[in-house]
């Protein structure tokens, strides 16, 4: 969930020292920064099973999953974004202390007051990363996952269930079925 945390533009300086500092974590995009608040417990439990899957499949592989405390750096201008779950395979990544800068995957759990954020604005500037592969929506009220797939210069929209019980994620060759996205959720 976010939550905009004042009307006052920062710098990008100011937001990282000024972040460093938080308890909580804070997204940073066009000068606003926008307070990360707890999510519900079904948000935790889908983000926490993929991450999960994804740890165990690419365990031996050079590509890392990371959870929502780790932030993706889109520029040193940002924005920066703390996706629910992100994979990278990039050799400079796994050794980063301050974000990821060249996703392959991200995922974003859904809750409603973040979804047009998620599918809108939030995607076009996860766009302008070349490294970036797949970009995945999940509901959290509902069983349904969107996922989006770099195709040239054009993003590839694949909705599930409508394709299938089965979810697949090109980018790292990975697939689960849906109820293993939504186990314990309750939905």
Request: overall charge negative; charged content about 20%; aromatic content about 10%.
């Amino acid at each position: 969930m976010i939550a905009n945390l004042q009307p006052e533009l920062m710098s990008v300086a100011q937001y990282l020292e000024w972040e460093a500092q938080q308890p909580i974590r804070h997204e940073y995009l066009d000068g606003q920064v926008y307070a990360m608040t707890g999510g519900t417990i079904p948000h935790n439990d889908i983000a926490l099973n993929l991450a999960t899957a994804l740890k165990t499949f690419l365990k031996g592989t050079t590509c890392k999953v990371q959870m929502s405390d780790v932030k993706v750096i889109m520029s040193e201008q940002g924005p920066f974004f703390y996706p629910d779950v992100v994979v990278s395979c990039d050799e400079h990544d796994r050794q980063a202390r301050d974000g990821i800068r060249a996703p392959k995957l991200v995922v974003e759990v859904l809750s409603p007051s973040t979804a047009g954020f998620d599918y809108g604005q939030k995607f076009r500037c996860y766009r302008r990363l070349l490294t970036l592969q797949e970009y995945v929506l999940i509901d959290s009220e509902n069983v349904s996952v969107d996922c989006y797939r770099r195709s040239g210069h054009q993003w590839q929209l694949t909705s599930y269930p409508e394709s299938g019980d089965t979810v697949y994620f090109v980018s790292i060759d990975f697939q689960c079925s849906l109820s293993l996205l939504y186990e314990n959720v309750g939905i």
